[in-house]
């Protein structure tokens, strides 16, 4: 009932050339009516992937919440609208770590990104610390809450939610299809508790950290998995195309 969705995130990795690249030789495989497949992608390479994209989705890697003004560095919702980007990962957790991303200001990028058009990808997950004290539901319903707070309903059918446990990101750790599974349902669980059973049933529900082509078919099996975020996988060709051949 839910369409499938998954999306590499390249982070601070690939210029144009290499992002044209990547378009040509992966774009023609993500051809498929039954769900949906791309990448996020730095800023500078935004123009280029959406020139060569027929079939896969772009995504951009973070927004500013402000329409424009004396924010140094920071690109506009406004900005990506112009370009034709429909997706926007928010809230990452290197975000928050490294860039002073907040539940407050990732709410404030998700209004702004849906009152757009576009797509917020919204990440959330614990830390190892987190997970092995038993606070991941605690820790997901807060990030749920603060990251999506005053956000309608109707709006769930236009948010991807990322459930990426900090622990799994990079390190070649995966969680267990059953964590991963326990997790997303949990994270779908909240949703229904904050806005009702439709927008619960709707909203997309993405598993990320160490996903490969080697785990994603066992993920995409289970029923509150809908997709998943990809860092390391998503920047081969290879290894992209082999996880899109699988799932579609
Ligand atoms: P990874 O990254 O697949 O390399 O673990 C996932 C992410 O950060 O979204």
């Not at 497949?37 to 060569?52: C, E, H, K, M």
């Not at 990028?109 to 004290?133: N, Q, W």
């Not at 785990?215 to 290894?239: C, F, H, R, T, W």
């Amino acid at each position: 009932m839910r369409d499938i969705i998954i999306v590499g995130n390249w982070k601070m990795n690939k210029n144009n050339a290499e992002t044209k690249a990547f378009f040509e030789e992966v774009d023609g495989v993500a051809k498929t009516d039954k769900g949906l497949y791309g990448v996020g992608v730095p800023f500078t390479d935004l123009r280029t992937a959406l020139d060569n994209a027929e079939n896969l989705i772009v995504a951009a890697e973070n927004c500013h919440f402000e329409d424009s003004g004396a924010f140094t560095g920071e690109v506009s919702v406004p900005m990506l609208e112009e370009l034709g980007v429909k997706y926007c990962i928010i809230g990452h957790s290197e975000r928050r770590q490294m860039f002073g991303d907040t539940d407050e200001t990732v709410n404030k990028k998700a209004k702004k990104l849906l009152d757009a058009g576009i797509t917020p990808i919204l990440c959330i997950g614990e830390t190892e610390a987190e997970y092995d004290a038993g606070k991941t539901k605690d820790v997901i319903t807060a990030q749920l809450n603060g990251s999506l707070k005053d956000i309608p309903a109707e709006a769930y059918e236009n948010i991807v939610i990322a459930y990426e446990p900090i622990w799994a990101i990079g390190t070649g750790k995966s969680a267990s299809v059953e964590i991963a599974e326990d997790c997303c349902k949990l994270v779908r669980d909240v949703v229904r508790d904050m806005v009702g059973d439709e927008a619960a049933d709707k909203v997309r529900i993405q598993y990320g950290g160490s996903v490969k082509p080697g785990n994603i078919v066992e993920y995409m099996a289970q029923e509150d998995i809908d997709g998943a975020l990809i860092g390391g996988a998503s920047l081969k060709p290879d290894s992209f195309i082999e996880i899109i051949e699988k799932t579609k």
